[in-house]
């Protein structure tokens, strides 16, 4: 019984028999590295292009933010056992339904948006 090979010799010896006249590519020489990547740029630093000022929020948009903000820290004193009286704790409820409403009611508002925007595609 012969002595069991190595990877690296039984894979010298597949290449042998599959490419018996090579595989057609030179050797590189000992110093220089074969690379697949683009041949680098002169170090330039990166300058990002400025930020787009935001539009500022409408005021329907504002209030429907404030009452889910107002609805959701009553929830959350409530929560930490604070005791606040029942009408409070239904105004509070009521906000957070009442400015997801008026929330969803504005984004079907908007403007359609361009399907070539300039923005990433996935």
Known sequence: MSAPRSDDERFA???ATEFPEGVGLPDPEPEQFRTWSPAEEADEDFQPPPV????????LTRLGVGLVVFGLAMVLLSAFGVALHWLVAVLAGAA???GT???????????PRDADDGGAVV
């Open 13 to 15: 010896e597949l290449i």
């Open 52 to 59: 787009v000022p935001g539009r500022p929020w409408h005021p």
């Open 96 to 98: 957070v339904f009442g």
């Open 101 to 111: 409403a008026l929330l969803l009611y504005r984004l079907s508002k908007l403007p």
